[in-house]
């Protein structure tokens, strides 16, 4: 599984550093930062997700009020 995190819809409401280790805090800018991840795009960060974390990447996902996070399957289709 793939992790993919939008750091300009982000708003900081942190909800996915409760729920996964893979984001931290970066309380200077006022969001999330995806801890590993590497920028793919303009403010598009993506990671792959041990399979040990899986639950709570998605957890992490579907706990972001604006939707920032997306989480895909090995065959390159979104989960969450």
């Known amino acids: 599984m793939r992790v993919e995190f ?3 819809t982000c708003i900081g409401m942190y909800q996915c550093v409760a729920e996964w280790d893979g984001f931290e805090k970066d309380a200077d800018a006022g969001k999330a930062v995806l801890v590993d991840g590497d920028e793919t795009e303009d403010g598009v960060f993506s990671r792959e997700i041990p399979e040990s974390d899986e639950f709570d990447a998605e ?22």
């Open 6 to 8: 939008d750091r300009d």
């Open 59 to 80: 957890f992490a996902a579907r706990s972001c009020p604006v939707d920032a996070i997306r989480v895909y399957d090995d065959d390159g289709e979104q989960v969450v």
